[in-house]
């Protein structure tokens, strides 16, 4: 039961990877269209892209080595980063509205 609930997981947070790489990218390209944005806020939106998915692969990278040294208990608390750093990207991108 345990591996299974694991396994759910770790599926559950690459797919959160690959969803919210798509998110990013169609908000990006939409505030792009509509707004005249800075270098700045350019490079925000590239680290994005990259951060924001790359942070659910580390994760569930991360979670599958704390099970394998029988920590799994402590790491759970870990799902939530990428889930965290979605919120504050979407209270940015509210902004230009």
């Known amino acids: 039961m345990r591996y299974f609930v694991l396994f759910l997981m770790t599926f559950a947070q690459l797919s959160f990877a690959g969803m919210t790489a798509m998110f990013v990218i169609f908000s990006a390209a939409g505030v792009v269209n509509n707004n005249e944005i800075s270098e700045f806020q350019d490079l925000i939106f590239t680290l994005s892209f990259i951060v924001i998915p790359l942070s659910s692969i580390i994760v569930a990278l991360t979670v599958l080595y704390f099970a394998w040294k ?5 790491s759970y608390w870990l799902h939530l980063l990428p889930v965290f750093l979605t919120v504050i990207y979407c209270v940015y991108i509210v902004q230009f509205d």
């Open 70 to 74: 029988k920590m799994a208990k402590r």
